[in-house]
């Protein structure tokens, strides 16, 4: 059984940074494409950050340049380095983990998320 579980959420104050983790088990994280959404209420989940399994990574304007998307496949851990926090970076924060199976068709799993609260 596949599962993912993020950590590292918590209250910071605007300007400072964070790390999140996401652990993955029962399979290889080496497979998939990764990925970083996050989600406020009343909001869709928005894409923030990918990296592939060939390690290309990719993010969303609004976090380049404070954001930065690591994979460990030996640990079998993505990470989300965040610096320069803003009040609206407020959110639920997911990882995802996306690839495509020649007998199942996509497969696509995501954490519980992890609450990140940016305030004064």
């Known amino acids: ?15 400072g940074s964070l790390r ?9 994280l080496s497979r998939y494409d990764m990925g970083w ?11 923030l950050a990918g990296t592939a399994s060939g ?6 304007d609004s976090v380049k340049g ?8 030996g640990k079998n851990t993505m990470y989300l380095q965040m610096n320069s926090l803003k009040p609206e970076d ?7 983990a996306r690839r495509m199976s020649v007998v199942r068709g ?5 954490g519980q998320g992890t609450q990140v609260t940016v305030s004064a």
């Not at 959404?37 to 894409?47: A, W």
């Not at 407020?90 to 995802?96: D, E, K, L, R, S």
């Open 20 to 28: 999140l983790s996401c652990v993955v088990s029962g399979t290889l």
């Open 90 to 96: 407020t959110a639920v924060y997911y990882c995802n």
């Open 106 to 110: 996509q497969l696509d799993y995501w």
């Open 55 to 60: 390690g290309s990574t990719n993010y969303v």
């Open 1 to 15: 059984q596949v599962q993912l579980v993020e950590s590292g959420g918590g209250l910071v104050q605007p300007g």
């Open 66 to 73: 404070r954001f930065a998307i690591s994979r460990d496949n």
């Open 37 to 47: 959404y996050r989600q406020t209420p009343g909001k869709s989940r928005e894409l």
